[in-house]
């Protein structure tokens, strides 16, 4: 069992930064790769980045590909996700999810462990 909890959102003026942090408890961490989605109000959760269990393979989403950086640190059990450049599209609640690695890692139902998700609002 994995348990995750998210930290550091809040809010920011466009062309600002934010990180975020998913810290974990339970299972090592090394075991698993970590994915940020992400969920403006009435739309559907997306996914925004991954990285694999010992950190050697990241990817992103276009929307966020060359502003937003994820890192992991195995030896603090935690995950990070650095967002600069924010634009007001990027409001929504990040949630870090934990789950083995594959090839369809955008899927939301590749991962088996959630937390509860931090909120992000950009302002124009």
């Known amino acids: 069992q994995v348990e995750l909890v998210e930290s550091g959102g809040g809010l920011v003026q466009a062309g600002g930064s934010l990180r975020l942090s998913c810290a974990a408890s339970g299972r090592t961490f090394t075991s698993y790769a970590v994915a940020w989605f992400r969920q403006a109000p009435g739309k559907e959760r997306e996914f925004v980045a991954v990285i694999t269990g010992i950190g050697g393979i990241t990817h992103y989403a276009d929307s966020v590909k060359g502003r937003f950086a994820i890192s992991k640190n195995n030896a603090v059990n935690t995950a990070y996700l650095q967002m600069d450049s924010l634009k007001p599209e990027d409001t929504a609640v990040y949630y870090c999810?934990?789950?083995?690695?594959?090839?369809?890692?955008?899927?939301?139902?590749?991962?088996?462990?959630w937390g509860q998700g931090t909120q992000v609002t950009v302002s124009s």
């Open positions: 999810a934990a789950g083995p690695y594959s090839g369809t890692y955008h899927y939301q139902s590749k991962y088996s462990y």
